[in-house]
């Protein structure tokens, strides 16, 4: 790895855990890590608040293994699928990091390629400033039309499940994976049993209040079509070995993706971009 990526002061090149090679980024607002494998996103946090992501004490940081917490990213498919692993590669496969840079207020960006996949070339864009801006590109180099779902399955840090309510998604249809039905609500979701929700057909920014940490954390996206809300609660907590039996309390995830109905079909020469900024109030 090149130390011309490495910015001193800013940026710096390190083994992580498992030994797993990791960005450590410092800006005047703000601190942050991403990992090669994966291109993961592990920490981010504001000074003088709590961390804005949550990363599990019992996650695997390991070649082929995905990594518990922080912003998984999910491609080129979303969920199980037979004989592959879920939710796509991208995020066990080791990424390159081509590009960082410092701009002229503070902010730290990096530059992520996916080494060669099916055709497509998939890059991700992470910007470290007093907030947390994620773009992930996807460009069809095949000559053969093409179906993806992408999604940024971002896992924050919260006080307790019991004190916060999500606000965003009134009125929008969901798909209920727990009850296995459709449904809406009309007033903010607030948690109390496992949740896994795919809200179909929104655009909607997506705040999560939590008066436990005295802060709100703000999800905006540009190019996506689907949020999920997802907390698995004590039993699905039980059955995850790199998920420790007691933090489900201690985290939330709201994913911003193109999922299901919304997944996306790329012409040959085509492109999405899918872009998260994650700030806090
Ligand atoms: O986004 C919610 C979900 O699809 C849940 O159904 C649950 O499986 C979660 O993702 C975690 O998936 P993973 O493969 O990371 O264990």
Same mark, same amino acid.
């Given at each position: 790895?090149?130390?011309?990526?490495?910015?001193?002061?800013?940026?710096?090149?390190?083994?992580?855990? =498992?030994?797993?090679? /990791?960005?450590?980024?410092?800006?005047?607002?703000?601190?942050?890590?991403?990992?090669?494998?994966?291109?993961?996103?592990? $920490?981010?946090? /504001?000074?003088?608040?709590?961390?804005?992501?949550?990363?599990?004490?019992?996650?695997? +940081?390991?070649?082929?293994?995905? @990594? *518990?917490?922080?912003?998984?990213?999910?491609?080129?498919? +979303?969920?199980?699928?037979? =004989? +592959?692993?879920?939710?796509?590669?991208?995020?066990?496969?080791?990424?390159?990091?081509?590009?960082? %840079?410092?701009?002229?207020? #503070?902010?730290?960006?990096?530059?992520?390629?996916?080494?060669?996949?099916? #055709?497509?070339?998939?890059?991700?864009?992470?910007?470290?400033?007093?907030?947390?801006?994620?773009?992930?590109?996807?460009?069809?180099?095949?000559?053969? !039309?093409?179906?993806?779902?992408?999604?940024?399955?971002?896992?924050?840090?919260?006080?307790?499940?019991?004190?916060?309510?999500?606000?965003?998604?009134? #009125? !929008?249809?969901?798909?209920?994976?727990?009850?296995?039905?459709?449904?809406?609500?009309?007033?903010?979701?607030? @948690?109390?049993?496992?949740?896994? *929700?795919?809200?179909?057909?929104?655009?909607?920014?997506?705040? @999560?209040?939590?008066?436990?940490?005295?802060?709100?954390?703000? !999800?905006? /996206?540009?190019?996506?079509?689907?949020? @999920? !809300?997802?907390?698995?609660?004590?039993?699905?907590?039980? *059955?995850?070995?790199? +998920?420790?039996?007691?933090?489900?309390? $201690?985290?939330? %995830?709201?994913?911003?993706?193109?999922?299901? #109905?919304?997944?996306?079909?790329?012409?040959? =020469?085509?492109?999405?971009?899918?872009?998260?900024?994650?700030?806090?109030?």
């Amino acid at each position: 790895m090149s130390d011309a990526l490495e910015i001193p002061g800013h940026l710096t090149l390190a083994p992580g855990n =498992g030994g797993l090679l /990791k960005a450590i980024v410092e800006t005047p607002w703000s601190h942050a890590e991403i990992y090669l494998h994966g291109a993961h996103v592990t $920490h981010f946090q /504001k000074i003088g608040e709590p961390p804005l992501l949550f990363m599990s004490a019992a996650s695997q +940081f390991a070649e082929g293994s995905p @990594i *518990r917490g922080g912003v998984p990213i999910i491609f080129p498919w +979303f969920g199980p699928r037979d =004989g +592959f692993p879920a939710h796509g590669y991208a995020r066990t496969s080791t990424w390159k990091l081509t590009e960082t %840079c410092l701009l002229s207020n #503070g902010a730290v960006t990096l530059r992520f390629t996916l080494p060669s996949t099916d #055709g497509f070339q998939v890059e991700f864009l992470v910007t470290v400033a007093d907030s947390l801006l994620m773009e992930l590109s996807v460009a069809n180099r095949s000559t053969e !039309v093409a179906q993806i779902e992408t999604c940024l399955h971002t896992y924050f840090q919260i006080s307790d499940i019991s004190a916060i309510s999500i606000t965003g998604l009134e #009125g !929008v249809t969901y798909l209920d994976k727990v009850a296995a039905l459709s449904h809406s609500e009309s007033c903010p979701i607030q @948690i109390s049993s496992e949740v896994d *929700r795919v809200y179909g057909d929104t655009r909607a920014t997506v705040d @999560i209040l939590d008066p436990g940490f005295q802060r709100s954390i703000r !999800v905006e /996206k540009t190019g996506s079509d689907s949020t @999920i !809300v997802w907390n698995p609660w004590i039993e699905k907590s039980k *059955r995850m070995a790199d +998920f420790g039996d007691e933090e489900y309390p $201690h985290m939330v %995830c709201v994913e911003s993706g193109n999922v299901a #109905g919304n997944a996306v079909t790329l012409a040959p =020469g085509a492109s999405s971009v899918l872009g998260v900024r994650l700030s806090s109030f």
